[in-house]
């Protein structure tokens, strides 16, 4: 994909570019494609945020501190199997992290 900063809205260079790589909208959230592209600086973001709502789903329940609630996982660095919030694990109870 070619583009030329001053002639493309980036609305619309961010819209192409998610429909060219579906599979990068299968493997993150929201809040990750937001991280990946805040790197571009902040034009890129906020055309970002503009157009996100249409390629990735908004998660069903937030919680306090705005984490979702994602049921029984099993932690990727200790191994063990939790109930609740990953953050919360690897910030008070994980031995690996």
């Known amino acids: 994909m070619v583009y030329h900063l001053d002639e493309h809205d980036k609305r619309v260079i ?3 570019f998610l429909e060219l790589n579906p599979q990068l909208v299968e493997a993150k959230d929201k809040a990750g494609f937001h991280r990946s592209v805040r790197s571009h600086g902040t034009s890129w973001l906020e055309a970002a945020r503009a157009v996100s709502d ?3 789903d908004r998660p069903e329940r937030l919680q306090q501190g705005g984490w979702v609630e994602q049921g ?3 932690c990727p660095m200790c191994g ?3 109930e609740g919030q990953l953050p919360t694990h ?3 109870e994980c031995t690996a992290a």
């Open 72 to 74: 029984e996982q099993t």
């Open 14 to 16: 961010i819209r192409r």
């Open 90 to 92: 690897l910030e008070n």
């Open 80 to 82: 063990e199997v939790i």
């Open 54 to 56: 249409d390629y990735f």
